[in-house]
């Protein structure tokens, strides 16, 4: 029986071709695996020589806020948003095992017995690298969260046209 040999399409080729190395992951999530996993890909990808943007918003902007920073907020309910979600990199809690933090201790335990780096080594690694970062704009307003209380590093405050902008040309397109 003989095989069939197929070739990729002219337009599949053409397009492969065209389409630059970028990779754009939306960063929904502030847990601590979820956000591991995002700047491993991130920085992975940036080692690779790909283009990498990432796009913070809703809990996902806990990660790229200072170490212990609130909502500075008029209103109550976006003060008591900022209240409970404080920022910073190295207190993010595990999506599952939690344990009221006992988890994400042993995580941590295991991570650097291991010598893994934890997210904010990552994250300085990302910058490093080149890796651009986008905090949403809209979210930033819903939870009360002022530009002051964002870590340094943080490329740009838009809104998700500027992320769709990105991500029409990318070649990964990824959301965590």
């Known amino acids: 029986m003989n095989a069939i040999k197929t ?3 002219v337009a599949l080729a053409e397009l492969q071709e065209t389409k630059p190395d970028s990779v754009t992951i939306v960063v929904l999530s502030g847990d601590m695996d979820k956000a591991m996993a995002a700047f491993i890909i991130a920085t992975g990808a940036a080692a690779m020589g790909m283009k990498v943007t990432m796009f913070f918003t809703f809990w996902g ?4 806020r200072k170490q212990g920073a609130t ?4 209103d109550w309910l976006r003060r008591l948003f900022g209240w409970m979600n404080p920022g910073g990199a190295a207190d993010l809690p595990l999506s599952r095992f939690h344990f009221g933090g006992l988890g994400t201790t042993m995580m941590k335990k295991v991570m650097k017995d291991n010598k893994m780096p934890g997210i904010p080594e990552l994250l300085e690694t990302a ?5 651009k970062m986008i905090a949403c704009t809209t979210t930033l307003g819903m939870m009360g969260i002022s530009k002051d209380t964002l870590i340094d590093g943080v490329d740009q405050l838009a809104g998700v046209t500027t992320y769709l902008a990105e991500a029409r040309h990318g070649s990964v397109n990824l959301f965590i």
């Open 61 to 64: 902007l806990n990660i790229i």
């Open 127 to 131: 910058q490093d690298l080149g890796v």
């Open 71 to 74: 909502s500075s907020a008029k």
């Open 7 to 9: 070739e990729p399409s």
